[in-house]
């Protein structure tokens, strides 16, 4: 009986090792890399200029087109530029007189308007102190325009203090654009 189990386990072995099994499938492999052709590493490129949308001012009112505009459209469009004042301060600067002799050109031009100047604060300060600084920066602007010969029944002032800020932004850029007086015409 051993001799039979031995045979036995024998033909078990042998046709384990005689049967075959499937050759394995190749697979495709990516190609290498390609060789480096210098051994300096390459130097970027200069950055490309930064194509920037051309920017048009709105063409300027001509005498016949303010002449027939309506109130809203000509401060819409003002030919009057508003005056900027530094920090807590009602004193006229250079750029500030250049602004309002161009302003009074324009006045002169146009002799039957009436203007309000109003003067604005940044929001820094009391509702008080600002209303008494917008005060000043109106009635400098207004001083100004009279002393170059506008008649000053054409020219009344109100200030707002720091209630219409131009820019709601609370950092010296926008603080900056507050500080103003500003010009509406308010008949013809």
């Not at 075959?20 to 052709?37: F, M, Y």
Request: with cysteine; charged share 25%; proline share 13%.
């Amino acid at each position: 009986m051993m001799r039979r189990t031995g045979w036995s386990v024998m033909v078990l072995l042998l046709s384990a090792a005689c049967h075959k099994t499937p050759a394995p499938v190749a697979r495709p492999v990516p190609p290498p890399p390609p060789p480096a052709t210098s051994t300096s590493p390459k130097t970027p490129l200069p950055p490309q200029p930064v194509a920037e949308p051309t920017v048009v001012p709105p063409e300027p009112l001509r005498d016949d087109a303010i002449r027939s505009a309506s109130l809203d459209d000509l401060n819409k469009n003002s030919p009057l530029k508003p005056v900027f004042f530094e920090y807590d301060s009602s004193e006229l600067s250079a750029d500030a007189t250049a602004t309002l002799n161009e302003n009074a050109g324009v006045l002169k031009r146009f002799p039957t308007w009436t203007v309000t100047v109003e003067g604005h604060c940044d929001e820094r300060g009391t509702a008080e102190y600002n209303l008494a600084l917008g005060e000043r920066r109106a009635m400098a602007a207004r001083t100004y325009l009279v002393s170059l010969g506008i008649p000053a029944d054409r020219l009344r002032t109100v200030s707002y203090g720091k209630e219409f800020p131009f820019d709601p932004g609370r950092d010296e850029g926008a603080f900056s654009k507050n500080r103003r007086a500003h010009f509406v015409i308010t008949g013809r």
